[in-house]
């Protein structure tokens, strides 16, 4: 993770986590192609939703690799 931004006392380790997203995947593309930012932040939240206790730990994150 690129914590370049992050001052050097609130660094941390983290770790990546892979979520299934076919459920949101029409949608997401859909979203994307109609250049939706409020429907693609919707989708974001409906996402991490799913990751259990580190949920907090993505709530600012600043992008989302996508691959199909």
Do not use: H, P
Not at 10 to 16: G, I, K, N, P
Not at 21 to 33: I, L, N, S
Request: proline residues 0%; hydrophobic residues 35%.
């Amino acid at each position: 993770m690129n914590q370049t931004g992050v001052e050097q006392k609130y660094r941390r380790d983290l770790s990546s986590r892979s979520v299934d997203v076919r459920k949101v995947w029409d949608r997401a593309v859909d979203a994307w192609t109609n250049d939706d930012l409020t429907e693609l932040d919707a989708i974001r939240d409906d996402i991490i939703q799913d990751l259990g206790s580190d949920y907090d730990g993505y709530n600012y994150v600043s992008s989302i690799g996508w691959a199909a």
